[in-house]
């Protein structure tokens, strides 16, 4: 019995929201955030590799505005 409860336990948790019915999936739009936000990560790391300019000029903006909300 314990074999059985295991086993329906991890078809359970494996199973996608795809296979509920009632829910409606929309086919590759999870794949295209992926590929989204791998290219977005991608093109931060490549500016701030060839620009670093650009990192410390962040890291001053954003020093500035919380400055400007503390005073």
């Known amino acids: 019995m314990t ?5 329906k336990e ?3 948790c ?3 929201s ?3 019915s009632g829910r409606d ?3 590759g ?3 295209f955030l992926e590929f989204l936000g791998l290219t977005l990560a991608a093109a931060a790391f490549v500016l701030f590799v060839v620009r670093p300019e650009v990192s410390e000029a962040l890291v001053q903006a954003l020093a500035a505005r919380t400055a ?3 005073h």
């Open 14 to 16: 494996l199973g996608s």
């Open 18 to 20: 795809a296979d509920v």
């Open 68 to 70: 400007a909300f503390v």
């Open 25 to 27: 999936a929309v086919p």
């Open 29 to 31: 739009r999870g794949e």
């Open 3 to 7: 074999h059985r409860a295991r086993h």
């Open 10 to 12: 991890t078809e359970d």
